[in-house]
């Protein structure tokens, strides 16, 4: 999903450590602090952090802008954003039942089977929801 998204991977990756990191924690946490959560070793500098978060931020706005600008001229209504809605819904879902898998004392194999297969059928209907010829039947 990242790859077709408007965001890079370190802009995600900054934009999660910005809206998780006090979630998980309870508590407020200054910028320096979360940039020093960054994968790398020696994490970043807040003005590099602060940055790379005003980019990601500013993607997203300009994704849901691009959304609203479709609704507005009639290309893209309600009706048309229902797959992709679904779909969005669908991978929270299994997002929900992934985790509670990996959270249960004992793990079968069945359960990881269905797992697997969930995420294959979401692989497949993503894979088809972003192909060009699907979108313009679509909008």
Known sequence: MLKNSQLTKIQLETLLIDVLAEKISGKRIVYEKKAKMRLIKSGVSRGSFNRTLAQAR?????????????????????????????????????M?????????????KEHLKVLQILQQNLESELSNLSKQRSMSKKL
Request: charged share 25%.
């Open 58 to 94: 500013t993607n997203v706005i300009k994704s849901i802008y691009t959304v609203i600008l479709l609704g507005y001229l009639g290309i893209l209504d309600t009706p048309n954003l229902e797959p992709y809605i679904e779909i969005a819904n669908r991978i929270r879902d299994y």
């Open 96 to 108: 929900k039942a992934y985790q509670a898998f990996w959270k249960e004392e004992i793990k079968t």
